[in-house]
């Protein structure tokens, strides 16, 4: 029962252009969302998050998009850069009934073209 | 520049040995993670602790697994005996609270690589 799924296994994008990472879920309980990049040999480090009570969250070049209807968010990168290319993950809490437990999509593999 | 740090990064062992690996939360943080990473399953989450007591070790197979924290400093992750679908990277991850929506935040180490013969 996969709660988090990231459908794209990999995304490839020019230097200078936006890219986007999808991500869905099942669980209505999930409250809290995260996005992690993660480079090969090394953990995942944490890039953004947003609560279920807003729609959208910015941080420099990165934004998140939360759609509760749609049970989907998306990671916005505008402009991409090759330092960027790495594996996203998104993540997602429900603390009513899971406190800090995290449920981890399979992640996406961003590629930044020169 | 605080981090988590994980030993060993990487073990090789036969199957039926016992493994242990190490980790050192970031000082100050109150909550720590354990995951293991496997090509089919994903990162999935082992057990965590807050304040050293344990809160959920629902995902960890609990006749070779073992998880604790003998003193804020360090948490270890024990499996006896180790078998092949145990090689996996298994990371750690000390949590703490930001900012003001009251959610945890939490920053992962860089993994312990295992193979099991």
């Known amino acids: 029962d996969q709660q988090v799924k990231q459908n794209s296994p990999s995304l490839s994008v020019q230097e200078g252009r936006i890219s986007i990472l999808n991500c869905d879920y099942t669980n209505s309980m999930f409250d809290y969302f995260l996005w992690y990049k993660k480079y090969p040999a090394e953990g995942p480090t944490f890039l953004i998050s947003?609560?279920?009570?807003?729609d959208k969250n910015e941080d420099g070049r990165f934004t998140v998009f939360l759609n509760k209807s749609a049970k989907h968010l998306s990671l916005h990168i505008v402009p991409s850069q090759p330092g960027d290319s790495a594996v996203y993950f998104c993540?997602?809490?429900?603390?009513?009934?899971?406190?800090?437990?995290?449920?981890f999509g399979e992640g996406t593999q961003l590629t930044v073209n020169p | 520049d605080a981090r988590v740090t994980q030993t060993p990064r990487h073990k090789v062992t036969e199957m039926g040995q016992e493994v242990t690996m190490r980790c050192q939360p970031i000082?100050?943080?109150?909550?720590v993670f354990w995951y293991r990473q496997t090509m089919m399953q994903g990162l999935e989450l082992l057990a965590y602790f807050r304040n050293r007591a344990p809160l959920d070790d629902s995902g960890m197979p609990k006749d070779r697994f073992s998880a604790e924290m003998p003193d804020a400093t360090l948490a270890t992750l024990k499996i006896q005996p180790s078998e092949p679908r145990d090689s996996a990277v298994y990371f750690c991850?000390?949590?703490?609270?930001?900012?003001?929506?009251?959610?945890?935040?939490?920053?992962f180490g860089p993994g312990t690589r295992l193979l099991v013969l």
């Open positions: 993540a997602a809490s429900a603390r009513a009934t899971s406190g800090s437990r995290l449920t």
């Open positions: 000082l100050g943080h109150n909550t």
């Open positions: 991850a000390s949590g703490l609270v930001l900012g003001g929506e009251g959610r945890e935040t939490q920053y």
């Open positions: 947003i609560s279920s009570i807003k």
